[in-house]
Each structure stands twice: as C-alpha cells, then as structure tokens.
C-alpha cells in the first residue's frame, strides 16, 4: 500500500522527452517553493524563471494551483486541466487528483483539508472545512461538503460513504 505519510517524489518526477504538463507544473511549483526561502541574487532568479514556468503550465493546462499551496509530496496529478486549489487548502502526501477538481471554501469558516494517498475522482468537489481521511477514494463528480474518514470511498452529490 502507498504511503500516507512518507512522499514518493519519484511520483512527481516528469518524463524527459514526454509532454507532461502535471508534472512540469508541479516542479516549477516545488522550485519556487525551495527558492522563496533563500535570499541570495541567484535564488531570486530562479524563483523568477519558475514562477514563468508555472504559469506557462498553468495556462497550457487550465488548471489553477497557487504556488504557496501545502501540498505533501508525491502528488500525482495526470491530467491537470480545469483543476482549481484554494490557496489555504492542505493536501497530504501521494495524493492522486484528477481533472476537474475543485478543492476550496464554501464560505470564510475553513478550507478543506486533504490527508495522505487520497485518491479524487474527475469533476469532484471538496469544499468548506472539513477533512478527507487517510487512503480514502472520492468518487468522479462527488460533491463532498462533509468529512470523511479514512479509508472510506465517498460517492454523490452531495457525496455519502458507499459500504
């Protein structure tokens, strides 16, 4: 079973040669967030050429994913078109999300947190302030406005525990 707690960077990792825009967005979001912390000329330059990057990314893919977010390691996301991330929001490591994605606040009472290997379907809708457990599964075009445990798979609008 894949970690919920220790990242698989190897996950994130692009291709060479292979059009991978999920990939390549996400290292220029990891670049930035490595060099945002140092303040030397060269660390401005290259935090620089990756917030290029990740926006060239984001505009090819249509996806909208801050480069301050709190995302752990190992994210996989395939096919990153149309995928919108509140800024606020936390997503642990080796999760997997789809396209279509949308993880934010309902209102100014919380953003969703997301914990380790958890896996979204296309379209679903994770909004307001609530949890997604460990190894859980969210179904394509669930809406979940409620928490749900680890290792449960939620389907639906508005999204249940399927048993």
């Given at each position: 079973?894949?970690?919920?707690?220790?990242?698989?960077?190897?996950?994130?990792?692009?291709?060479?040669?292979?059009?991978?825009?999920?990939?390549?967005?996400?290292?220029?979001?990891?670049?930035?967030?490595?060099?945002?912390?140092?303040?030397?000329?060269?660390?401005?330059?290259?935090?620089?050429?990756?917030?290029?990057?990740?926006?060239?990314?984001?505009?090819?893919?249509?996806?909208?994913?801050?480069?301050?977010?709190?995302?752990?390691?190992?994210?996989?996301?395939?096919?990153?078109?149309?995928?919108v991330i509140h800024p606020e929001a936390k997503i642990g490591p080796n999760c997997l999300i789809f396209q279509q994605v949308t993880i934010g606040a309902v209102d100014a009472t919380g953003v969703p947190v997301i914990e380790g290997h958890v896996d979204i379907g296309a379209g679903a809708r994770i909004l307001g302030n609530i949890t997604i457990g460990t190894h859980a599964r969210i179904g394509a075009n669930a809406v979940v406005v409620n928490d749900i445990p680890a290792n449960a798979t939620a389907v639906g609008i508005p999204a249940k525990i399927r048993q």
């Open positions: 079973m894949i970690s919920a707690t220790e990242p698989d960077w190897s996950r994130e990792k692009p291709t060479p040669g292979r059009f991978e825009p999920g990939k390549k967005m996400l290292a220029a979001l990891r670049r930035y967030q490595k060099y945002s912390r140092r303040t030397d000329p060269f660390s401005k330059t290259i935090k620089g050429i990756a917030v290029l990057q990740h926006r060239f990314w984001s505009a090819v893919s249509g996806s909208d994913i801050p480069l301050d977010s709190s995302i752990g390691g190992g994210l996989l996301i395939p096919h990153p078109n149309g995928i």
